[in-house]
C-alpha cells in the first residue's frame, strides 16, 4: 500500500477524533464557565505532548513487531499470556466502542446540516451501523481507492480551513465571532469556585484526560504492517509519524481559531446556556466544535456542509476499517483459544459474517444504551484505550530489557537503550493520563467499562481453561495400544418406511461387511406397521426387520433402550447405526423432514462405544437417478 | 372415567360460555337502546333450539364414531380431504381462539372482584397463559379430582344462584335492582330507529349469532369417548346430552335474571351509559352480566366475589383442557401429513412441549392484539366454530346416507333414517348460524379468521403435497436390484488434533475394514501443522496422514475438494467421512467445540454418495477410561 492511500484510510481512526476530541476538552473546562476556556490551547498542548511521544513510542513497535500482532501480540510475549488476556478485552471492548462513537459523533455532524433529523439521532445511529454492516458484509473488496480520496479530502479540506482562519485573523483584520459566541456560559455549582483550588487543578486534568481521546486509533498502524510496501517496517513507521504530526497540528488549529471565535460549548446547554439571561431551552442544538469553526472561518452555508460531510464521511470510514479488523482479531484470539475455537479460520465467510454481526449488534447496543451521546460513550471509551496503551509500552519496556541481555553489538545496545528510553516516557504518560481518567472518570461510566472487561476477561480466562483441560484429558496416553481395534462390528439400520434413502442406506451398511446387521423400526400403529412387514417382504429386501414395540407411543426410547441391550450383550463391538437422511432443496422443507433422525442422533451422541452414519439422499438428484435408471 | 367426574373437566369448555355468551345478547340488543333487551329472552330461546339441535346432532357423532377422532375424522371421512382440511384448520383456530377468549373473559372476572388490576388486564391475561402453560408443561399428571371439584362447585353455584334468584322474584316480593340498573343507555345513532325496520331485525339476527357462542366446546366430548367408562358411547352420549340440558338451563336462568334486575351492559360503556344524563366517563368499568346478577341475587361482597372467582377457575380449566388436547389433535393431523410428520409421536415429551409452547404464544399474541377484549375475540372465534359444526354435521348426513346404501335390516335402516333426520336438522341450523355470523360479523373482525383460516388450509396443502411428493420420487422402483451393493468403501478421518476422540475414530473405521483408509488434515498453519506430523509419527498412528493446502485459510473448500477428486476418481465407491466429534457436560460448552464438524457434516450432506459418521467421545468419561486403563 502506497503511503499516500493507507494514510487517510488506516489513520482515519486516528484523525476522525479531531470530530469529538476539542468539545471534550472545551466542554470540561466550561464547567468553570468562559474565563476556565481560556486554558484550552494549554490542555491541548498538554495532549500533544502526549500524543508525540505515544507515536514516537508505536513507531518502536512497527519496527520490533513488524508482524501485525498489534498492542495484544507485544504484551502477550513480553507480558505474559494473563495480562495478554487483559488487553485481548480491551481491544475488542475498543473495537465496540469505537464504532459506537465514531457514528454518534458522524450522527452529530449530520444533524448540524440537516436540522430536522435532530430528533432521530439514537434510529439514526443504529442505522448508520446496519449499513455499514451491511457493506462489510457484502465485500471484502471495498474499495479502499474511493475511501483514501475521502480521506484525503478530509485532510486537506481541515487544513484549508486552519490556513485560511489563521490569514483571516492575522492579516485580514480578524476572525468573526462563532455562532454561539454571544451566549452567556453559566458555570456548574460545584465547579465555580476559582480556577487555582484544587477543585479546579482537578478539572484541568479532567479536561486534559477527556481531551487524550484524540490519541484513539494510533496504533491501529500497528497492526497493519504487513499490508504496507516494502520496507514495510519504514514505511509504516514514516506514515505513524505523518499521522501524529497532523493529527497534533489539526487538533491545536482547532482548538486555537475556537478559542479566537468564542466558540461556547458545554456539557448540558439547557442548564449552562443563556441568551440575554434567559435559559436557551431544551431545544437548543449544540452544534460540534468543528462546525462551528468552520461556520465561523468560511462563512455561508455551503461551505461548512461540505465540512461537516466530510467529517461525518471520515467517521464513518473509520468505524468501517473496525468491521475489517474485527474478525481478524477474533481470529488471532481464537487461535490461542481465548475464544471459540472455531473463529481461527481466515477466509472462512461464516466466521467473518459472525464476527460482523457481532460488533454491529454489540455497537448498536451500546448506542441505544448511551442514546449516541458521545460524551458519555467517551468516558466509557477512554479507560479500555489507555489500558492497552500503557501495557503495551510496558510490554515493549521489557522488550527492549530482554533484547539488552543478549545483544552484544554495541551499536544494536546504544539504539535498543535509546528505544527503551522512549517506551519508559511513553509508559509513564499513558499510565499518567489512566490514572487521570480513572479518577476523573470512574464514576461517570468508566465503571461500566472495567465491569464489562472484567467480565470479559473472566470468560475468556474460562474458555482457555476448558480448552487445556479437555486437551489434557484427551491426551493420547503414551503406553495406548493405538493398533488395537473393536472386536466386532454391529450394524442397525433405522428404518421409517421403505423408500430409496432407506435401500441406499441398507446397501451402504453392507458394503462395509459388519460382523451384524439388523433393520430396526419402531411400531408407532399396527397398520402402518403391517403395510411396512408387507412391503418388506413384496421387494425382497435381503435383511430382516425387526419390530421395536412402543408401549408409550415415543420413538426414541425403544430404540436407545434396543442399542443399549446390544452394548450389555457385547461391550468390546462398536455399534453403528445408519440413519437414512433426506437432503432437501429449500431451507423451509427442512422443518417437514428428519426431525426425528436429529433428535436419535443427539441422544445416540451420549452413549459411548456408538457411531452414528447418516446416510443423506439428496432429493434434488432423485428425478436424475430415476430416469437414469430407465435409460440404462 | 365416571360422568360426575367427566363432565365438570370435560364440559368446562362449553359450561363457561355461560361467562360472556348473556353478555354477547344483551350487549348487542343494547345497541338499540332499553327497549331492545326485552328481546333477550327470545333471542336466548332461539340459541337454546341451535343448542338443543346441535346436541342431539352429536350425540349421533359419539355413537357413529366413538374412536374419539371428532369433527375432523367425521368430515374426513365422509367429505375426503379437502373438506377435512378445512376443518383441521378451522379447529386449530379454535383452539387458539378458546385459549384467548377463556383467559380473556376470566380476566374480566378476576378484575371485577381486584379492581385495582383492572389497569393490567392484557398482561395479566398474557401471565395467565403463561401459568397455564406451565402446568401443562410440568404434569401430565395434573390432578383432575382437583379440577372435577372445582367444577362441580361452578355448577352447583350457577344452579343455586337461579334457584335464590327465582324464589326471591317470585315468592320474595321480588329482586332488588342491579347495580347498573340505573344507568341511562344511549342507543348508537345507526340503530336508534324502530326494532320494526329491517336494521332492527338484522340487530336481532346479529344479537342471535353472537349468543350462539354459548354452543362452543360442545363438540368436545365427542374427543374424548374412549376416556368414558364402558359402554363408552352410551356413557359420552348421556353425558353431552347433560351437558346440553345444563347449559340451556343456565343460559336461560341468567337472561332472565339479567331482566328482572335490570341489568344495564352496552358494548361502548364511556359513550353509550349516562348517570343523570352526563356520560360514565372512561373509567367505568362495566362487570360482566353474571357478576351483576350475583350481586343483584346474592347480596353482600363474599358470596357474589364467590361466584365470580368459581366463573374465572371454570373457564381457566376450559383454557386447559385446550393445552391438553392440543398435542393429541396435532399429532393427529401430523399422521395425515398436515403437519410436520414428527409431531405424529405421541407421548413424545418434545412434541408435546413444543405443542404446548406454541399454543401458548400464539394466544398470547392474539390477546395482546386484541388487547384481551372478549365481544373483540367472540367475533373471531365464531366462524371458525361455526364452519366446523356445519361441515360435521354435512358429513354426518352423509355418513347416514352411505349406512342406508349398505344396510338392510330394517330396524338399523329405520334409526340410521331418524338419524339422519336430526343432523340434517342440525345441519340447517348450524349452517343458518354460520351465514348470519358471516353476514354480521364478516367486517367486525371474521375476515381475519377466514384469512387466518385460507393460510392455514394452504400451509397444510402445501405440507401434504410435499410429502406426497417425496414419497413419489424416493419410491423403490419394481425393477431395482435391491441386491446391488456399492463395490468398494473408501474411509477417511479428519483430523484436526491428535487425541483420544481422533485416536477411536481412526480405530472405529479400521474396524469397518474399509478398501482405502486415510486420515485428512488440513494444514491452516505450518508450525501447528508441522507439531501435528512429529506427534504422529511418535505415536506410531498405523495410517498415513494426509495435509490439504488451504491457500485462503479455509479449511472446508480443501476437504470439499478432496472428497471430490475421490468421487471422481472412482464414482462407484462410497465415501465415508468419519469425524471425531467431543460431546461435552454443559450446554454451554457446546459453543466451544464441533463447529467446523458440523459445517463439514452441513456440507458433505449435498454431495452424493457421501456418508458422514460422527463418532462421538464423551468427554465425561474420558477421565473413567484413563482411570481404568491405569488401573489395568
Known amino acids: 500500500m502506497r503511503k499516500r492511500v493507507a494514510l487517510p484510510v488506516l489513520a ?21 464557565g468562559v474565563p476556565a ?26 519496527h520490533a ?11 502477550t510475549r513480553n507480558l505474559g499470556a494473563g495480562a495478554g488476556l487483559v488487553v485481548a478485552a480491551a481491544i475488542l471492548l475498543d473495537y465496540l466502542l469505537t464504532v459506537a ?36 458484509l457484502a465485500g471484502r473488496a471495498s474499495s479502499g481507492r474511493l475511501l483514501a480520496v475521502v480521506g484525503q479530502l478530509f485532510m486537506v479540506s481541515i487544513g484549508l480551513l486552519a490556513v485560511v482562519g489563521a490569514v483571516r485573523e492575522l492579516a485580514l483584520g ?69 499521522l501524529g504530526a497532523i493529527a497534533s497540528i489539526l487538533l491545536m488549529s482547532v482548538l486555537w481559531l475556537a478559542r479566537v471565535t468564542d466558540v461556547r460549548v458545554v456539557a448540558d446547554p439547557a442548564q449552562q446556556l443563556r441568551v440575554s439571561g434567559a435559559p436557551v431551552g431544551e431545544n437548543y442544538h449544540q452544534d460540534p466544535v468543528l462546525h462551528q469553526v468552520a461556520q465561523a ?50 477466509g472462512n465467510r461464516v466466521s467473518v459474517a459472525n464476527g460482523i454481526i457481532a460488533l454491529a449488534v454489540g455497537s448498536a447496543v451500546i448506542v441505544w444504551v448511551a442514546q449516541a451521546d458521545v460524551v458519555r460513550l467517551i468516558a466509557l471509551y477512554l479507560v479500555g484505550v489507555f489500558i492497552s496503551f500503557t501495557l503495551s509500552q510496558a510490554g515493549m519496556v521489557r522488550h527492549w530489557t530482554t533484547v539488552l541481555h543478549v545483544e552484544q553489538d554495541r551499536k544494536a545496545r546504544r539504539a535498543a537503550r535509546s528505544s527503551r528510553r522512549i517506551n519508559a516516557l511513553g509508559l509513564v504518560l499513558t499510565s499518567l493520563v489512566l490514572v487521570i481518567a480513572l479518577m476523573t472518570k470512574l464514576t461517570r461510566g468508566a465503571w461500566v467499562s472495567l465491569l464489562v472487561l472484567a467480565v470479559g476477561v473472566a470468560l475468556m480466562a474460562l474458555t482457555r481453561m476448558h480448552y487445556a483441560d479437555v486437551r489434557r484429558r484427551l491426551a493420547v496416553p503414551d503406553d495406548a495400544r493405538l493398533a488395537a481395534l473393536p472386536a466386532r462390528v454391529h450394524a442397525l439400520v433405522h428404518v421409517a418406511r421403505l423408500d430409496q434413502p432407506t435401500v441406499r442406506a441398507i446397501a451402504y451398511a453392507r458394503a462395509t461387511r459388519p460382523s451384524t446387521l439388523e433393520c430396526v423400526a419402531v411400531e408407532l400403529d399396527t397398520a402402518e406397521s403391517a403395510r411396512l412387514r408387507a412391503q418388506w417382504r413384496a421387494a425382497g429386501v435381503p ?90
Chains 1, 2 share one sequence.
Open 174 to 242: 480578524g476572525l468573526p465571532a462563532a455562532q454561539s459566541a454571544g451566549l452567556e456560559v453559566v458555570p456548574v455549582p460545584a465547579h465555580d469556585e476559582a480556577l487555582a483550588t484544587i477543585g479546579g487543578a482537578f478539572l484541568v486534568l479532567r479536561a486534559f484526560s477527556s481531551g487524550a481521546v484524540a490519541l484513539t486509533g494510533v496504533e491501529t498502524i500497528t497492526t497493519a504492517v504487513p499490508t504496507f510496501r516494502r520496507p514495510r517496517a519504514a514505511n509504516a513507521a514514516l506514515t505513524l509519524v505523518m
Open 37 to 62: 476556556t481560556a486554558l484550552s490551547p494549554v490542555v491541548g498542548l498538554a495532549v500533544v505532548v502526549v500524543m508525540v511521544v505515544v507515536t514516537l513510542s508505536y513507531r518502536q513497535t512497527v
Open 65 to 75: 513487531y513488524p508482524s501485525g500482532g498489534g498492542d495484544y501480540e507485544v504484551v
Open 543 to 632: 435383511v430382516p426387520l425387526t419390530f421395536l414395540h412402543a408401549p408409550d407411543g415415543d420413538m426414541l426410547h425403544p430404540l436407545l433402550e434396543h442399542v443399549a441391550a446390544v452394548r450389555r450383550s457385547s461391550p468390546r463391538e462398536v455399534v453403528v447405526v445408519y440413519l437414512p437422511e433426506y437432503v432437501v432443496r429449500h431451507p423451509w422443507q427442512r422443518i417437514l423432514h428428519n426431525a426425528s433422525a436429529r433428535r436419535l442422533q443427539a441422544r445416540l451422541r451420549q452413549v459411548p462405544g456408538v457411531v452414528v452414519s447418516s446416510v443423506p439422499f439428496q432429493l434434488a438428484t432423485a428425478d436424475v437417478a430415476h430416469a437414469k435408471d430407465h435409460d440404462a
Open 12 to 32: 482515519s481512526d486516528a484523525l476522525s477524533s479531531i470530530a469529538y476530541a476539542p468539545d471534550e476538552i472545551l466542554l470540561t473546562l466550561a464547567l468553570a
Open 297 to 346: 472561518v468560511l462563512g455561508g452555508e455551503v461551505l461548512p456542509a461540505v465540512v461537516a460531510v466530510l467529517t461525518a464521511a471520515i467517521l464513518l470510514i473509520a468505524a468501517m476499517t473496525v468491521f475489517h479488523r474485527f474478525p481478524r482479531l477474533a481470529g488471532q484470539l481464537a487461535k490461542d483459544e481465548l475464544l471459540p475455537r472455531h473463529l481461527w479460520m481466515r
Open 101 to 136: 462513537v465514531s457514528v454518534s459523533s458522524a450522527t452529530t455532524y449530520v444533524t448540524s446540516v440537516l436540522a430536522p433529523l435532530q430528533a432521530y439521532r439514537v434510529p439514526l445511529a443504529v442505522g448508520l451501523i446496519a449499513v455499514l454492516a451491511t457493506v462489510a
